[in-house]
């Protein structure tokens, strides 16, 4: 006999009913906790219910929040993971905290409780947060964290009774198992990105008029176009020296973002008469060296030849697609190039005896090359961690994102690069958290000696305005 059909079915529905109410009850017990209101830890209601509603009320919350706050938005499983994982954590804090207590229903409570807080907590971070001027971010994520740290605490004091040794104990376990999750967006979507502006590209007719032989014998005029005007450094003076290097032909940004950084090089930062373009586009394939490996070690070469090399700093940017396996993509259809490796870079400069060098990458993975390319006379920095994607790579862009925070409005006033590049750290983190993208941690790498080469190199770039650093 079936027991449950014997229940009257207003019983059932009175039962449902009276959940729902005790669910809205026990949100707005999180909400009064997150204004650390006394007395509310004995007005929550635990039950296995309660928790089944709870957990359903958050992932439900995440999941139309974060639909509506994506743009074309595509189902991830990804947010399935970190759901899963998130619970994982709290049941180990509340495991331990079994244990500090004694109390087998701590376990749940600590679940009921977590899950009355976490949906309003999400909706702060998801989308008040990121629409904060720039210049209130950093503070306003501060005290976001800080005042989720003294929820936890709060709490933790409550259910221990107030035993400050053991709540500590149970903040930092919430703490180290939490990390894993600081740097990543929880979210059921993502945007879907249209193609069609990359795919057209391999559809033009112009790519089947390449004549592949005509444009390798090309290379050592267009090369010599573009290295002969090079002027050789001033002794005494910390000249900059720039290459610039756009590899893949089949989105436009690399290319267009090649152009706004060597113009800003040559302007604003002293690289005029000593900068050089190398890049991979169907427009520029009669004008431009292709940024090719082997043209990328001829134009080292040649400014290595140029330069004081005790004096001078090679400043080399390079923007391509990256892989997992930390080559950069070298591509030119239908051109077969070869991808371009840390490696590689190191010994072309090391053989080019260029001693000074500041090197960007704007690509995914990049942190990888980072390992490969440090010493203390170099200055390093990626647009993603090694194994993080970066952002911006869209046919009609202008700039990646890397390209765009480092670049784009440079202000009227002397140039500081390390300055520079922790500012476009934050702009960048600000913008990929405001589109709820999972974060590209960009990496920067200053050797010891290189902090005081960047200090000499920006009060040259002062000193001699504008007759030759252009002016500010």
């Known amino acids: 006999m079936d027991l449950y059909a014997s229940i009257p079915k207003e019983s059932k529905q009175s039962g449902l009913i009276t959940e729902l109410r005790t ?52 189902f991830d499983l990804f947010g399935l993971g970190y759901f899963s994982v998130e619970l994982l954590i709290t049941l180990l804090l509340g495991f331990v905290l079994t244990k500090l ?19 309003f907590r999400y909706l702060i971070s998801f989308a008040v947060l990121p629409d904060l001027p720039e210049t209130l971010f950093a503070t306003g994520y501060a005290i976001f964290v800080l005042w989720g740290l003294g929820i936890c605490s709060y ?7 107030q035993q400050r040794l053991k709540a500590a104990l149970i903040v930092l376990l919430w703490l180290g198992a939490s990390y894993p999750l600081a740097n990543l ?19 033009d007719t112009t790519l089947y008029d390449v004549n592949q032989e005509q444009v390798y014998y090309n290379q050592p005029v267009l090369l010599s176009n573009a290295l002969d005007p090079i002027q050789p450094g001033i002794e005494g003076v910390t000249d900059l020296f720039f290459i610039g290097f756009g590899s893949d032909a089949t989105q436009d940004v690399f290319m267009r973002e090649i152009g706004h950084v060597q113009r800003v090089m040559s302007e604003q930062l002293g690289a005029s008469g000593r900068s050089v ?17 082997t043209n990328l070690r001829i134009a080292l070469n ?48 090391d053989n080019a005896g260029i001693r000074w060098r500041i090197i960007l990458i704007s690509a995914c993975y990049s942190g990888g090359f980072i390992k490969a390319l440090q010493n203390e006379y170099s200055l390093i920095f990626t647009a993603a961690a090694s194994d993080k994607a970066s952002f911006g790579c869209s046919h009609e862009n202008e700039y990646t994102y890397f390209g765009e925070a480092l670049f784009k409005n440079i202000e009227d006033k002397p140039y500081q690069f390390i300055e520079s590049f922790n500012r476009a750290i934050t702009k960048i983190t600000q913008r990929e958290l405001s589109e709820n993208l999972i974060p590209s941690e960009p990496q920067l790498f200053v050797g010891s000696q290189m902090k005081e080469k960047l200090q000499l190199l920006e009060q040259d770039i002062v000193h001699y305005t504008p007759e030759r650093f252009g002016t500010f």
């Open 185 to 203: 967006s929880f979210s059921f979507w993502y945007e879907d990105y249209d193609y069609t502006h990359e795919m057209a590209a391999f559809s």
């Open 277 to 293: 373009a190398l890049i991979n586009n169907l427009k520029l394939i009669n004008t431009t060296p292709l940024a090719s490996s």
């Open 155 to 161: 709490i933790a004091l409550q259910l221990l009774g």
């Open 302 to 349: 040649h400014l290595g030849s140029k330069m004081n090399r005790d004096e001078d700093v090679v400043f080399l940017y390079l923007t391509s697609h990256g892989s997992m396996d930390h080559e950069l993509s070298v591509q030119m259809w239908p051109l077969d190039l070869n991808a371009v490796r840390p490696e590689d870079i190191k010994t072309y400069l």
């Open 23 to 74: 669910l809205i009850l026990n949100l707005y017990c999180g909400i009064r906790l997150l204004g650390f209101r006394r007395n509310v830890l004995e007005q929550v209601t635990v039950s296995h219910d309660q928790f089944i509603l709870l957990l359903g009320f958050y992932g439900l919350t995440v999941f139309v929040a974060s639909y509506v706050m994506t743009p074309n938005p595509v």
């Open 101 to 119: 207590t004694g109390k087998q229903s701590d376990l749940l409570k600590l679940l009921i409780i977590t899950y009355c807080i976490l949906p």
